[in-house]
């Protein structure tokens, strides 16, 4: 299984590829500490984030590449965990999250935001990791986009 060092290494070997030191800018990091409680990790942009079990092995990974509008121009990694993957605990009240029942195996989870401008790169960083580190719970996507494609090149034959 993979972890959060492997996610990192992939990570920096994604960057070696597509972030440049021309850009003159440091490279988006992975934030890891959240403790369910508060903003979740880089909630104010677009990136990737992933999800943990109690062992500590990724469990899948996704995109927050949501726009958003108004005061909220950007925040795409807190509206997609809000909208699938974490609620309000109610025992705690607001402020304090769970993850959804059907996360209900998920332990902790990180997050990489990246500046609007560079948010593009989120996209691709998501589609390398899961091809790198074939996470449990997004193999069945990877496998039904497969046989999409062979299936279309057969119909093209």
């Known amino acids: 299984m993979s972890s959060i060092e492997n996610l990192i290494e992939h990570t920096n070997n994604f960057f070696n ?3 440049p030191e021309s850009l003159n800018r440091p490279r988006p990091e992975w934030k890891s500490d959240w403790n369910w409680q508060g903003s979740v990790p880089h909630h104010d942009k677009r ?3 992933c999800l943990f079990d109690g062992a500590g092995d990724i469990l899948y990974l996704g995109i927050g590449a949501s726009v958003g ?3 909220r121009v950007g925040f795409g990694i807190s509206r997609r965990l809000l ?3 974490i609620t309000t605990d109610k025992t705690k009240g607001r402020g304090h ?6 996360w209900a195996d998920v332990n902790s989870l990180a997050a990489i935001g990246f500046p609007n401008e560079y948010s593009y790169l989120a996209l ?3 589609d390398y990791l899961i091809e790198k580190l ?3 719970r997004n193999r069945s996507k990877k496998s039904r986009n497969k046989t999409q ?7 093209n034959d």
Do not use: C, N, Q, T
């Open 97 to 102: 999250y769970i993850p959804k029942r059907r």
């Open 124 to 126: 691709a960083l998501e």
């Open 17 to 19: 590829l597509h972030w």
């Open 134 to 136: 074939s996470p449990p």
């Open 83 to 85: 909208a699938h993957v």
């Open 47 to 49: 990136g990737v984030y």
């Open 69 to 71: 509008g108004g005061k």
């Open 149 to 155: 494609i062979l299936s279309s090149s057969a119909k």
